[in-house]
C-alpha cells in the first residue's frame, strides 16, 4: 500500500541518545534544554529570528492571533482568508471568535489573489490569512502593500512552507507572523507540533507568555493564555529530524521532476512563483475535470495507492456557522480538479513510473492538453 506521505522516521538509535538525554535532565517540558536547542537550530536552518515551538500548528495559528489581539471579546472581527487548504486554517479562526471570509484564488497559482482580497476588505478586516499553499510562495509583496494601506496584520498559514525561501530570504520573515505545523505528515515534523515566526521580537516574547497559561517570567498572570508548549520528547525527534532534511528534501526533489517529466503534457500542474525555492512537499496535478480526477483516484486506489484530494471541498462551500458563504468559482473549480500524488522519503522511481502509468491509462485520453490550466 502507498499512501500519500508516509511519516519520516529517523534512525532509532540517533532518537535514543536524545532519549537518554532526557532522563538525564529529567525535564520532559516546560522549554527543556531540547526544546531550547532544536529552536536555535531551525532558526538557524531556515534563516529566521524570534521562533517559538508550540504543539501543533493549529494552535500555532491561533496564539499568532491572539498575539496581535485579535477575535476572542470582540466577535466582530474578520479576517480574510483562502478557500483553497485546509481546514484549520479557517476553523482556527472561528475558534478565536474571528470570522473567516473567504476571497478567491488565483487560477495559476492556488494562491489568495491580492486584488480580490483588497476587494473583500470591510471596516471589520483586522486580519488576512494567506496560505502559501503546496509549498507555492503567494504574492508576499503585493500582500504587504494591501494591509499597510487598511491596517490590517497578516499572518501567514505557511504550514507548507518549510525552508522556502523567497528572493533570497526565508519566506517565513514575511508578514507579522507565519505559522508553521510539524505534523508528522509534514515535510519537516516533531510527531505533533508547529512554530510561529515572528517579524518583531516583542510578539514573541508576549506569545511565549500565551503558550504557557500567560504567566510571565515571574509567575505573574497578566493575559489570557493557553496550554501548547512543545515537549522534549517533540523536540528530540526534531532535532533527528532536521539532522536528515536536506537528504530528505534530496530523495523529495527526485521523485517531483520525475513525476513533472513523465505527466507533462497530460495532466496540469501549479505554476510556482519565480522568486520561490521548491521544497516538494507536495506533487499536486491539475486534471480537466472532477470526474477525471474520480476515474484517476479510483484506478490508483485499486492498486493500493492513495493519492488524496487535496483540497476539497472549497471552504467557502461549507456550512459552518460563521463562515460566511461568498461563492469563490476559482478555487471551488481548482479544488474539484486537483489531486495530491504520493510524495515521500522511502517512494522509489519505480513506484513513481507505475503511478504515472496507472494514471495515463486511467485518462484514457490524448495527452495533449494546454498548460497551466487547461
Ligand atoms: C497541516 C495543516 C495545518 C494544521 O497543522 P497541525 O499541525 O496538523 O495542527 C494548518 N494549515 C494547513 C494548510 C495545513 O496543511
Known amino acids: 500500500m502507498i499512501p500519500v506521505v508516509r511519516p519520516y522516521l529517523p534512525d532509532r538509535r540517533k532518537l535514543d ?14 522549554n527543556g534544554g531540547l526544546v531550547k536547542e532544536l529552536t536555535s537550530r531551525l532558526e538557524e536552518y531556515l534563516g529566521v529570528k524570534h521562533l517559538l515551538l508550540v504543539n501543533n500548528g493549529t494552535l500555532a495559528l491561533q496564539v499568532a492571533y491572539t498575539t496581535f489581539g485579535l477575535g476572542v471579546e470582540k466577535c466582530i472581527d474578520e479576517a480574510i482568508t483562502t478557500p483553497f487548504t485546509f481546514i484549520a486554517t479557517a476553523s482556527s479562526l472561528k475558534w478565536q471568535g474571528i470570522n473567516p471570509v473567504f476571497t478567491d484564488i488565483n487560477r495559476d497559482t492556488w494562491c489568495l489573489d491580492p486584488e480580490c482580497v483588497k476587494k473583500g476588505i470591510t471596516d ?7 496560505v502559501h499553499v503546496f509549498g507555492n510562495g503567494c504574492e508576499v509583496e503585493e500582500l504587504e502593500k494591501i494591509a499597510q494601506q487598511y491596517g490590517v496584520k497578516v499572518i501567514y498559514d505557511a504550514a507548507h512552507a518549510f525552508g522556502v525561501k523567497y528572493n533570497d530570504k526565508s519566506l517565513l520573515a514575511y508578514g507579522d507572523a507565519s505559522a508553521v505545523s510539524f505534523h508528522a505528515t509534514k515535510l519537516f515534523h516533531t510527531i505533533e507540533g508547529g512554530a510561529i515566526i515572528f517579524k518583531n521580537p516583542e510578539d514573541h516574547d508576549y506569545a511565549s507568555e500565551i503558550i504557557n497559561f500567560g504567566m510571565t517570567k515571574d509567575s505573574n498572570i497578566e493575559s489570557l493564555g493557553i496550554n501548547c508548549k512543545m515537549n522534549e ?6 532535532l533527528c529530524v532536521l539532522e536528515d532534511i536536506d537528504n530528505i528534501i534530496a530523495i523529495r526533489e527526485e521523485i517531483f521532476y520525475r513525476y513533472k517529466k513523465v ?7 501549479q505554476v510556482l512563483n519565480d522568486k520561490i525555492t521548491i521544497n516538494y512537499s507536495y506533487f499536486p496535478i491539475l486534471l480537466s475535470s ?12 485499486s492498486n493500493g495507492i492513495f493519492p488524496r484530494r487535496y483540497f476539497h471541498p472549497s ?3 461549507l456550512n459552518l456557522p460563521g463562515f460566511d458563504n461568498s461563492h469563490c468559482d476559482v478555487s471551488r473549480m481548482v479544488s474539484r480538479r486537483v489531486l495530491c500524488l504520493p510524495i515521500f522519503f522511502g517512494l522509489s522511481v519505480n513506484q513513481v513510473d507505475s503511478i504515472c502509468s496507472i494514471i495515463k491509462s486511467a485518462l484514457s485520453r490524448t495527452p495533449v492538453i494546454d498548460q497551466p490550466c487547461f
Open 290 to 301: 472532477e470526474s477525471e480526477v474520480v476515474r484517476v483516484r479510483d484506478a490508483l486506489e
Open 315 to 317: 471552504l467557502d462551500t
Open 233 to 238: 520528547f517533540q523536540a528530540a525527534m526534531g
Open 124 to 130: 471589520r478586516t483586522r486580519l488576512v490569512v494567506p
Open 17 to 30: 541518545s536524545y532519549i537518554d538525554k532526557i532522563y538525564q535532565s529529567k525535564q520532559l517540558t516546560n
Open 263 to 269: 505527466l507533462t503534457d497530460w495532466v496540469g500542474f
